[in-house]
């Protein structure tokens, strides 16, 4: 089974409107965290957001916040008052495990289009 | 914020030939990654590695390898490049003394194989 699943490959949003990337998590560990990575055409991975799984407040970082809904399994990154330079390909990622060695897990990834 | 290199940043060779792609970084990380990633696709981890001397496959099948002799360098060797090694590979690292783990990464070297 998919350990992240991103099922909207592209999405385009109005600039200066906010917009939501889905992202649903498959994981049987209780210790886990969630992450959003940003990826511009130059191809480098830009860290976003960080949700731990024992968090009692939904993470935000500037523009972005993860809306998280542990019993749905769900960890949506809303980006608020998009601006042009936000059009990129955004991945969820889950770390999985407390000790020794934690297991990151990617989704496919979802392409978002700022328009002017 | 992130210091982790990757050189080269695009490297376009013959078949056959072999190639190292490096990636060191300066942030002390007992852990270290190399994925895979085709354009706008997600990305599968090909090696990791625990800290020095320790290195692992991981869950994409790869014919490259990997060494970790020092903990700052971890390069990945491939030793007769083909065309179906086409890819971007992205070096990263993760250290777990602080409580929030996360990978940090490089820039990336688009390889192209003729």
């Known amino acids: 089974a998919q350990k992240i699943t991103q099922t909207q490959p592209g999405m385009f949003v109005q600039e200066k409107e906010a917009v939501t990337l889905d992202c649903t998590y498959d994981?049987?560990?209780?210790?886990?965290?969630l992450f959003w990575y940003k990826q511009p055409s130059s191809g480098e991975m830009i860290f976003l957001i960080y949700?731990?799984?024992?968090?009692?407040q939904n993470a935000t970082e500037g523009r972005y916040s993860l809306n998280f809904q542990k019993a749905r399994k769900s960890a949506n990154l809303v980006i608020s008052a998009s601006q042009l330079g936000d059009s990129a390909m955004y991945f969820c990622?889950?770390?999985?495990?407390?000790?020794?060695?934690?297991?990151?897990?990617f989704g496919s990834g979802t392409k978002l289009n700022v328009k002017p | 914020e992130a210091d982790i290199y990757q050189t080269p940043r695009y490297l376009v060779i013959g078949t056959g030939k072999k190639i190292t792609l490096e990636c060191s970084q300066t942030m002390g990380h007992d852990k270290m990654y190399w994925y895979q990633q085709d354009p706008g696709m997600e990305l599968h981890l090909i090696h990791y590695s625990y800290g020095v001397n320790s290195t692992e496959k991981g869950d994409l099948s790869s014919e490259s390898t990997v060494s970790r002799i020092r903990t700052e360098h971890f390069p990945l060797t491939l030793e007769s490049a083909r065309p179906s090694h086409t890819s971007q590979y992205l070096c990263?690292?993760?250290?777990?003394?602080?409580?929030?783990?996360?990978?940090?990464f490089g820039s990336g070297t688009q390889l192209s194989v003729l």
């Open positions: 994981t049987s560990d209780p210790s886990y965290g």
């Open positions: 990622a889950m770390r999985e495990g407390s000790y020794n060695f934690n297991k990151f897990y």
């Open positions: 949700q731990g799984s024992y968090d009692q």
């Open positions: 990263a690292s993760s250290e777990s003394r602080t409580g929030l783990e996360k990978l940090f």
